[in-house]
């Protein structure tokens, strides 16, 4: 049953496409503190179908319509990666706050530049990292602040399978498409090395820093065989601890992800599923005091639901933001940019140097 607090956040959706569809749109409806107030996209059938479907006060086919509203207090992005940056500054700069789906950009300047905006707006930023919303894996990161006393090492990999989408097919109803949405110049999937970075590796990078802390250098290393893409990455995160990232696109297995995490007073170990499951990670967390190995539950495996909520928490309550802030979202830009430069050199790379995309 959803119970709906009496103060909730009005949100707008950008973009009616698969990602909303699959994620935020029930997001917004299923949450206990927002509603989905309002529903943009440039294909009119596309919209009209979403609209009847969701049923949010508002529609719009013109995004800057929708912001002109004085009573829309917050916007969900989700549309392709090249307009994550400049919707999310057009939002903010008409004073609303804004959850971004990752990543949140695909350069270090395109970065620094919504950075600057947030600074200068004033409002909440929040990019759309669900992964920090898996209760298992909150109840990890809690463990290492709290308990674990100094990190030794992670190991954390995130495979995505060659079956994935027979897997999703099975258990996603098929999304509603348009020939006139609206689409970005040039084929996004063009550079498969960018893409899969991109699409993928920003949530490795983010789970690593989510644990860990920040990440200062990496050496990368990258093998292209019969259509498959591996990275291997040797992190150095500032607080001292080893890192190794496996980046593995596609396996030819079922999804596997996951990570194993070595500090001075236990160990945490994890496996975590495609996230079209909605499950939370099996997370065992290893107690070195008493010898002991609990495993949180996590039944309520909605990361996208949770992740809205902790946005609007933060935005009507002023709790301190608990999700991916835009410099978080910097900084995984940043770790991606210096992975790609240390596989072109073959050398070490510090994170602080780099400029550029990815």
């Known amino acids: 049953m959803i119970r709906k607090q009496d103060r909730r956040l009005r949100v707008g959706v950008l973009g009616c496409g698969p990602i909303a569809q699959f994620a935020h749109l029930e997001s917004c409806v299923k949450a206990s503190n927002a509603d989905l107030y309002a529903i943009c996209d440039a294909a009119p059938d596309l919209l009209a179908r979403m609209g009847a479907t969701y049923e949010p006060e508002k529609m719009y086919g013109d995004y800057d319509e929708m912001l002109a509203d004085p009573e829309l207090e917050a916007v969900i992005v989700a549309t392709s990666d090249a307009y994550h940056v400049p919707m999310s500054i057009k939002a903010l700069e008409a004073g609303k706050h804004v959850l971004c789906e990752k990543p949140i950009g695909v350069s270090v300047e395109e970065g620094k530049t919504l950075a600057e905006a947030v600074k200068r707006s ?3 930023l929040q990019v759309g990292h669900m992964k920090r ?20 090492a992670l190991k954390a990999w995130y495979c995505d399978s060659t079956h994935r989408y027979t897997n999703t097919d099975a258990v996603q109803p098929l999304p509603i498409t348009s020939r006139l949405a609206k689409k970005p110049g040039g084929n996004p999937k063009a550079d498969l090395r960018q893409y899969f970075m991109l699409a993928h590796g920003s949530h490795l990078v983010d789970t690593a820093r989510f644990l860990c802390g920040e990440i200062t250098a990496v050496r990368a290393r990258l093998n292209e065989r019969f259509g498959a893409y591996c990275w291997f990455v040797e992190t150095e995160f500032a607080n001292g601890a080893l890192g190794h990232l496996d980046l593995t696109v596609a396996v030819r297995m079922d999804w596997h992800e996951g990570f194993q995490l070595y500090g001075e007073n236990g160990s945490v170990i994890a496996k975590t599923f495609n ?24 039944a309520d495996g909605h990361f996208f639901r949770r992740q809205l909520e902790g946005f609007a928490e933060t935005v009507l309550d002023g709790k301190p933001q608990r999700g991916a802030n835009v410099e978080d979202g910097l900084a995984s830009i940043r770790a991606m940019v210096t992975i790609a430069r240390s596989v072109e050199s073959g050398e070490r790379v510090e994170l602080a140097g780099v400029t550029g995309a990815v």
């Open 275 to 298: 996230p079209w499951y909605f499950r939370a990670s099996e997370v065992d967390i290893f107690h070195e005091k008493d010898a002991t190995s609990r495993r949180p539950l996590g």
């Open 122 to 124: 004033g409002k909440v």
């Open 133 to 152: 919303f898996d209760p298992a894996l909150e109840a990890a990161r809690d463990f290492v602040r709290d308990e674990m006393g100094e990190i030794l």
